[in-house]
């Protein structure tokens, strides 16, 4: 099966960083790939589709990239609101696998 | 809209059978879709279950294979998941979800149920 892998488990920054998180894929699976946000106590949000689309309503500082086997998810510019858990899943096969997740704390 | 909402016993036994139903609402229910089941262990990652595809087929995680099985009734809009033989390892917060369009991404998720398996 496709594994997926993140780095780093854990992100320091600061309010107002630029921060990117990377998720690599054990086998080619295009651009389907997508990341979603978990709180404590909730189910993920979906951030991001086929790799670079942005869902509805999720703000603009969020940016995808990649195809292949590397990905990177992009805060240009992190708000409070984004101190969470980072989740990238490949649906290039059924199983739909996701990463282990990325937790972005505060500095 | 469309929203998800998980049901069941929020405590089992171990070597019991786990039994939980999603209700689907505010949207289309139908084989369209893949109607899916994931777990997420406290603190830890996201597991997938098994699923309905939108072939009307299911289909299971190979670890768990041998224990699962989904099914579908769409007259009441809703699909089930049942897990013979837990043990404390399957105790975990269990989600339903909705696949977007015709991928295994989810769009729409269930606020999840949280499943402890204790005797």
């Known amino acids: 099966d496709i594994q997926m892998t993140q780095s780093p488990s854990t992100l320091s920054a600061s309010v107002g960083d630029r921060i990117t998180i990377t998720c690599r894929a054990s086998?080619?699976?295009?651009?389907?790939l997508a990341w979603y946000q978990q709180k404590p106590g909730k189910p993920p949000k979906m951030l991001i589709f086929q790799a670079s689309s942005l869902e509805s309503g999720v703000p603009s500082r969020f940016s995808g990239s990649g195809s292949g086997t590397e990905f990177t998810l992009t805060i240009s510019s992190l708000q409070p609101d984004d101190f969470a858990t980072y989740y990238c899943?490949?649906?290039?096969?059924?199983?739909?696998?996701f990463g282990q997740g990325t937790k972005v704390e505060i500095k | 809209q469309v929203q998800l909402q998980e049901s069941g016993p929020g405590l089992v036994k171990p070597s019991q059978t786990l039994f939980l139903t999603c209700t689907v609402s505010g949207g289309s229910f139908s084989y369209g879709y893949y109607w899916r089941w994931i777990r997420q262990p406290a603190g830890k990652g996201l597991e997938w279950i098994g699923h309905f595809s939108p072939t009307g087929s299911a289909n299971y995680n190979p670890s768990l294979r041998s224990r699962v099985s989904v099914s579908v009734d769409t007259s009441k809009s809703q699909f089930s998941l049942k897990l013979t033989s837990v043990t404390a390892a399957d105790a975990a917060v269990y989600y339903c979800?909705?696949?977007?369009?015709?991928?295994?991404?989810?769009?729409?998720w269930g606020q999840g149920t949280l499943v402890t398996v204790s005797s």
């Open positions: 979800a909705r696949g977007k369009m015709n991928t295994v991404a989810v769009d729409s």
């Open positions: 899943q490949q649906y290039n096969s059924f199983s739909g696998t």
């Open positions: 086998q080619t699976i295009s651009t389907s």
